[in-house]
């Protein structure tokens, strides 16, 4: 868990609707809004270009800095064109950093040669982003997980990511988030037998009812 201190500077944003949106945009500013608890949504404006190289890093809180005034806050949805590789508005929630919150943190395979596709298997990732509760403060910003030893047919599932001290599994501990997979061919020739084989028992009791 990096406990790397993240910040952006915003803007309050004072120009509203499409053609106002369009301008600010082309002028490199992405519009945004942040909101509270207990009070009105604030629009706002962030430089695109320091946004971009924010995104180069893996980060779930970050600090606001709007003149003197910093806020604590999370990313709540990023809206995209992906046709211009445009980011076209985000969303930010504040957050008080002595009160719990639930967020969706990204789950990623580590490093290292797998057991099973080493042997010819084929690594799925079901799940990519996972739910947990925490302070602010505590939220990891990813977690690696270790699957070196997953061999072919054999599955990880959430239940089974080590949590950070203070942080709580909010998401279905049953689900798979890595599985190990058959080759095709092997998979496809697995079905071919499979169906044979109940092909067969089939016209035994055919013959069986004659």
Known sequence: ????????????????????VRRLRKAGKIPAVIYSHGAETQP??????????????DFNLLTLRQGRKKTAAVVKEVQENFLKSQVTHIDFQEVKMDE?????????????????????????????????????????????VDITALEIGES???????????????????????????????????????????EAAEAENAEAQE
């Open 1 to 20: 868990m990096s406990k790397t201190n993240y910040e952006l500077a915003v803007e309050p944003r004072s120009e509203m609707g499409s053609a106002a």
């Open 44 to 57: 706002l404006l962030v430089d695109a270009g320091e946004w971009k190289a924010l995104s180069k890093h």
């Open 100 to 144: 719990k919150i639930t967020a969706s943190i990204p789950v990623r395979p580590s490093h290292g040669d797998i057991a099973g596709v080493s042997k010819g298997g084929i690594l799925e990732q079901a799940i990519h982003e996972i739910e947990v509760s925490c302070l602010p403060g505590d939220l990891p910003e990813h977690f690696d």
């Open 156 to 198: 990880l599932h959430i239940g089974e990511i080590v949590m950070p001290e203070n942080v709580e599994l909010v998401s279905d501990p049953e689900l798979v988030a890595f599985h190990i997979t058959k080759p095709i061919s092997e998979a496809a020739a697995a079905a071919e037998e499979a169906a044979k084989g109940e």
